[in-house]
C-alpha cells in the first residue's frame, strides 16, 4: 500500500524481466493452479540519484540558511520524508522528532512517530502519537489505518477493527481496505472475515491489482494465479518490485493463518527484499518475522 512517492528502480534489467515473465505467461497458463510461481525473486529497488542529492541540498539550507522555526520544521519533516524512502529510517526518525520539538502542530511528523513506535513495540505512546494526528488534523484518514495497525499488532483486534472501519468506508473501492479488514476479522472469527470480505468485493475496483489480493483470501484464484497477475498491465519495471512486495507480504500472512510458518517467513523476506521502503507492506514484515520467531523487538528501535 503506498504511503509516499516511490523510488526509481534499475529500469533495464526489471523490464527485461517484465518482458521475460510475459513471454512464459503464454506457454504456463495452463500450469498457475498448480505450479507456484517461486522464481519470481524481486530485484531491490535501487536509491535514486535526485533523493540522494535532494537530501544533501536540504541539509546543506538547514546548517546554512537563516531560517524561522516553521521553516526549520519543515525542512527537517521533508528530509525525514525522504530518509524514510530510502529506508534510512533512524535518521528519519530524528528528523521528525526535531520538527515536532520547533513546530508541536505538525500531524505529519506525529503519524511517522505513531509508525516507528508501532515497529518499535511502543505501542501507548504509538496510540497518543495518532490521536494528535486526527486532533490536529481530522481529515488524514491514514491516521485511523496506522492506529488501527497498532491495536492489531498489539492484539487489541477488537478495537483496531474500528479504525480499519472507518478507514475503509472511506474509500470503499479500495481493496486494500478490504483486504485488513478481513485480516482483522480473521484473528477473531475466519468465517466471518470471509463473509465480510465477500461482502466488500462488490465494491472494489476491479482496475485495481490489489482486487486479486482479495480475489487469493476468497480462493478465487490461486497463489499461482496471484504471483503470476503481478506482470498484468504493467506500467513501469517499478510497478513489479511494488506488486512483489505486497503479493509476498499478503502470501505470507495467509500462510502464516494456515499455520505454514516456515513458508510465511521465506514470504516476508521477499517482501523485504524488494526494498519499497515506504509500503506499509515492508514495514511491517520485518515485525511479521520477528513474531514469527517469537523474538523481541530490536532494543536499538527503542531508542527515542
Not at 36 to 44: F, H, I, N, S, V
Not at 85 to 91: I, P, Q, R
Not at 186 to 202: H, I, N
Not at 208 to 224: C, K, P, V
Request: proline share 4%.
Amino acid at each position: 500500500m503506498l504511503l509516499l512517492n516511490l523510488l526509481m528502480p534499475k529500469p533495464i534489467r526489471l523490464c527485461v524481466l517484465a518482458a521475460a515473465l510475459l513471454l512464459g505467461l503464454s506457454g504456463c497458463a495452463t500450469q498457475h493452479s498448480h505450479a507456484p510461481a517461486y522464481w519470481l525473486t524481486p530485484e531491490p529497488l535501487a536509491v535514486p540519484q535526485r533523493t540522494e542529492v535532494a537530501i544533501a541540498r536540504l541539509t546543506e539550507i538547514l546548517h546554512r540558511a537563516e531560517l524561522t522555526e516553521q521553516q526549520s520544521a519543515q525542512l527537517h519533516y521533508d528530509r525525514g520524508v525522504m530518509f524514510e524512502s530510502v529506508g534510512l529510517t533512524s535518521l528519519a526518525r530524528f528528523d521528525f522528532m526535531r520538527a515536532l520539538r520547533l513546530q508541536p502542530d505538525l500531524a505529519g511528523a506525529y503519524n511517522f512517530m505513531g509508525i516507528h513506535y508501532t515497529l518499535a513495540g511502543n505501542f501507548d505512546q504509538a496510540y497518543e502519537a495518532f490521536d494528535s494526528v486526527l486532533e490536529l488534523d481530522p481529515s488524514y484518514e491514514f491516521a485511523y489505518l496506522n492506529r488501527a495497525l497498532a491495536l492489531y499488532y498489539a492484539g487489541r483486534i477488537d478495537l483496531s477493527l474500528y479504525d480499519f472501519t472507518e478507514f475503509q468506508q472511506r474509500n470503499p473501492s479500495d481493496p486494500y481496505r478490504a483486504v485488513w479488514i478481513y485480516l482483522a476479522h480473521a484473528e477473531l472469527d475466519p468465517e466471518l472475515a470471509r463473509s465480510k470480505l465477500v461482502t466488500l468485493r462488490s465494491e472494489l475496483d476491479a482496475t485495481n491489482w490489489g482486487t486479486q489480493l482479495a480475489d487469493f483470501f476468497l480462493g478465487t484464484i490461486s497463489e499461482a494465479d496471484l504471483l503470476y497477475s503481478v506482470t498484468d498491465n504493467l506500467q513501469n519495471p517499478k510497478q513489479l518490485a511494488e506488486r512483489l512486495c505486497e503479493a509476498y507480504f499478503y502470501l505470507a500472512k495467509w500462510h502464516s493463518m494456515q499455520g505454514d510458518t516456515e513458508r510465511a517467513m521465506h514470504n516476508f523476506k521477499l517482501s523485504l527484499a524488494t526494498n519499497v521502503f515506504e509500503f506499509l507492506e515492508h514495514r511491517y514484515a520485518r515485525l511479521e518475522l520477528a513474531r514469527l520467531r517469537d523474538e523481541p523487538l530490536s532494543m536499538e528501535d527503542n531508542v527515542f
